[in-house]
């Protein structure tokens, strides 16, 4: 069910703070006062709820709870926050250059960073994005749907973002929320129709591989595109659990998790799949691919699973005391860095 996915994402682990679910009315008018005030500086921000990390060069960024980010230019040994706009959680963050990065959350805020994560400007958000619906509805039933978002307010989140460089991206969130720019966020363009997915169905993962790119979402979603976004092709899914996210391989494999450790492996562009034995129970809520090729998953629990077959099978690496996880990012010196309820953890751990 839809409920017991959010459950599990991480987004859900900001019920503390500010998180998305659907607003009740009197709700409401509280959602623009976050959108606009800076979030908050505190010496405190290192112990936050963080929710997703990316490399930006030799940096680790740390994006969470109430808009707060985390910069570490020491292989997250120590970690300092950075000002940003708004007080909205941000659940997602990917940099094309250590300078360029962008990052995505609750009430469909976008933020973009010139500076490597040192100072942030808002691009976008659920408001914007109503509205930018409503100017382009070619259909009575797009009209529909726009002026219903505009009526609830800014409160469905972008979950994911996918920026090929510093000029084309996309960003994807709950009830089929997806939207394109061509000028690195100046302007975004309404992009679901250009996929089939008539229930709106959340869309919690956007990557590329092989010339292709992919979404996936609740209840087993997956699609495909290999025009360059112009279509995406619904894919048969082996499974009618929720994906929370996709992980690439160097060599085009794909790799789909989500709910109760389930992860399936594809060689060829999603056209048939393998279920991959990740010995987890617990949700998947991130991947990456390592600096020597291999590749990682993270359990909601903690546990970190390393592949160096491309995806087909994985490991679990062993750990003291594994903590709630959301995100996992690898910094230069080798060493992963996972980011969850309490805030940013170097592993002492070897993925060798």
């Keep these: 069910m839809r ?66 980010v985390l910069l570490s230019d020491d292989n997250g040994n120590s970690w300092r926050q950075a000002p940003t706009p708004v007080q909205v959680s941000l659940v997602a963050v990917q940099f094309v250059t250590p300078q360029l990065g962008w990052a995505v959350g609750h009430l469909g805020v976008v933020l973009h960073t010139d500076d490597g994560g040192l100072t942030w400007r808002k691009q976008f958000d659920g408001v914007q994005a109503a509205d930018t619906l409503a100017r382009a509805a070619a259909t009575p039933a797009e009209a529909s749907a726009a002026a219903q978002l505009q009526a609830d307010g800014p409160d469905k989140p972008f979950l994911d973002l996918y920026f090929a460089d510093a000029s084309n991206g996309y960003i994807v969130g709950a009830y089929n929320l997806l939207f394109r720019t061509g000028d690195g966020g100046r302007s975004w363009q309404p992009w679901q129709q250009h996929v089939a997915n008539p229930k709106s169905l959340h869309l919690y993962g956007m990557r590329a591989a092989g010339g292709a790119l992919y979404l996936a979402g609740e209840q087993g979603t997956l699609f495909r595109s290999l025009d360059g976004g112009a279509s995406f092709d619904t894919l048969a899914s082996p499974y009618k659990g929720s994906y929370f996210g996709l992980l690439t391989a160097p060599g085009g494999e794909l790799v789909a998790y989500g709910l109760r450790g389930s992860a399936w492996w594809s060689g060829d562009q999603g056209r048939s799949w393998t279920q991959v034995q990740t010995g987890v129970q617990q949700a998947i809520t991130a991947g990456i691919a390592l600096a020597d090729g291999s590749l990682a998953l993270l359990s909601q629990g903690g546990d970190v699973l390393l592949s160096r077959d491309q995806g087909r099978s994985f490991t679990r690496q062993p750990q003291s005391r594994p903590l709630p996880a959301a995100a996992l990012a690898q910094a230069a010196d080798g060493a992963l860095v996972v980011a969850g309820l309490r805030g940013v953890t170097r592993l002492a751990s070897s993925t060798k």
């Design 3 to 68: 409920g017991d996915a959010m459950t599990l994402l991480k987004t859900l682990l900001l019920t503390l703070a500010a998180g998305w679910l659907p607003h009740a009315a009197a709700a409401q008018p509280a959602a623009p006062a976050v959108l606009t005030s800076p979030a908050i500086l505190s010496a405190k921000a290192g112990g936050a709820v963080m929710l997703a990390l990316a490399q930006a060069g030799p940096r680790l960024v740390a994006v969470g709870e109430r808009g707060i």
